[in-house]
């Protein structure tokens, strides 16, 4: 393996774990509060707001 193909699986992690992680806030925060404006804004931060749901609201 060279360093390229390493870095090339790295960027492909980190993209699929962001999509999930605002799909999931998204999931989460409209199931909370039934609105599409918060579940916007709860996507924009994703992990953060996911995090929170699970230390704090559970």
Avoid: D, Q
């Amino acid at each position: 393996m060279t360093g390229r193909e390493r870095y090339s699986v790295r960027v492909e992690g980190v993209k699929y774990g962001a999509s999930f992680g605002t799909a999931l806030a998204i999931a989460i925060s409209y199931t909370a509060n039934h609105s599409i404006l918060w579940a916007i804004i709860h996507g924009f931060f994703s992990w953060f707001y996911v995090l929170y749901c699970a230390l704090f609201r559970a």
